[in-house]
């Protein structure tokens, strides 16, 4: 009887750093994704997608919105792409601290929320549960899916 391999692993070594091994295929699919992100972040960050990613500090006021996008807008963009910077050399596998374990689990959060976005997710689980597999949306589903399986995998390690 074999065992059953996940793509992702993480473990928590008794020196408070993890070790985290990412199966090739699922590393390649989510590197071609942050790379996707970090794209609409540079060149399209008022895309209406990435809406959850960055919403407004004031809804009824034009003019301060304005200003907070001006002063705070570059400053979160930058964040993000840092975050998945290290989070794409965490993909590589290795030993990682808590922090880039965090960055991983940041970059995660953030892709789940542009996807989610995409796919107008509701609070209702009945949305992704019905599609049809040859819905076009089926393969955005299953990558929202997935970076919530990974997000479980992080959080759990992380409260080891």
């Known amino acids: ?29 989510l590197q071609h994704l942050f790379s996707e992100l970090d794209e609409l ?10 809406r959850r990613l960055q919403p407004p500090a004031y809804l009824d006021d034009g003019e301060r919105e304005a200003a ?3 002063l ?6 930058t964040s993000r792409r840092v975050a998945m910077e290290r989070s794409l050399a965490a993909l590589d596998g290795g030993t990682l601290s808590e922090d880039e374990l965090w960055a991983l ?12 976005t995409r ?14 597999p040859d819905d076009p949306d089926a393969p955005v589903v299953a990558a929202y899916e997935q970076l919530g399986f990974l997000q479980y995998v992080v959080l759990a390690a992380l409260d080891r």
């Open 72 to 77: 705070a807008g570059e400053e979160l963009r």
């Open 105 to 116: 689990l940041q970059s995660f959060n953030a892709l789940r929320l542009v996807l989610g």
């Open 1 to 29: 009887m074999g065992f059953f391999r996940h793509p992702f692993v993480v473990k928590r070594r008794r020196d408070g750093t993890f070790d985290v091994v990412v199966e090739p295929r699922l590393r390649d699919h």
């Open 119 to 132: 796919l107008d997710v509701s609070e209702d689980p009945r949305d992704l549960v019905d599609l049809d």
């Open 68 to 70: 907070y996008r001006l």
């Open 41 to 50: 972040l540079a060149e399209a960050p008022d895309d209406p997608v990435m």
